[in-house]
């Protein structure tokens, strides 16, 4: 068995799925999390799963759903009522979300690999097609983002790095900050 949980340290996100309708599940969570500290994946996102709640009272299928409501990164589901299913979907997007990072570029036209890439592999917020390419903000995995950079146009780090000074600097970029960026021009 160790040997097959090796592989899960090559994952991004791990998903947990509990069956809290047997009565020693917490035990058996605890033998999981060892191992995976034991084959050196305890610091691996885990997306928790308590599974078949429709199988417990109300009071503990509530109990358990509020666990999982302030633990984060939890989530009660029954997945023969598909109660809680679209939480874990949720969940599950959220943890691979944080291994992405942000971007803005414009792939030149006759670069339709990199934007099918781009597609495929990351989140796209938006598309704009220009005169000379398509621009594309939105999010990727760093490899990809690494593999982007020369058709990076994100205008506050041509800004912050022209060396240059204008009566605009301290104006706010509202756009940026709504992407997630939290700086103003010039800074």
């Keep these: 068995r160790k040997q097959h949980l090796e592989e899960v340290r090559e994952c991004d996100v791990l998903v ?4 809290v309708s047997n009565s020693m599940w917490e035990k058996q969570e605890a033998a999981v999390n ?7 994946a305890g ?3 885990v997306v928790r799963v308590f599974n078949k709640i429709d199988l417990l009272g109300n009071e503990e299928a509530t109990d358990l759903q509020y666990e999982a409501a302030v633990a984060g990164s939890s989530v009660a589901v029954s997945s023969i009522t598909g109660e809680g299913m679209e939480d874990f979907v949720a969940y599950v997007e959220e943890a691979l979300c944080e291994l992405l990072v942000p971007i803005e ?9 990199e934007l099918n890439l781009i597609h495929e592999v990351g989140h796209v917020e938006t598309v704009d097609y220009r005169a000379t390419g398509t621009y594309i903000a939105g999010l990727v995995p760093k490899a990809i983002a690494n593999r982007l950079i020369p058709y990076f146009v994100n205008e506050l780090n041509k800004n912050n790095n022209d060396g240059g000074s ?6 706010i970029d509202w756009v940026a900050i709504g992407r997630g960026r939290h700086s103003a021009k010039g800074q």
């Design 105 to 113: 570029v414009e792939i030149p036209f006759d670069k339709g690999d």
């Design 34 to 40: 060892k191992v995976l500290m034991d084959i050196g």
């Design 16 to 19: 947990h799925v509990i069956d």
């Design 43 to 45: 610091d691996k996102p």
């Design 166 to 171: 204008s009566e605009d600097d301290d104006e």
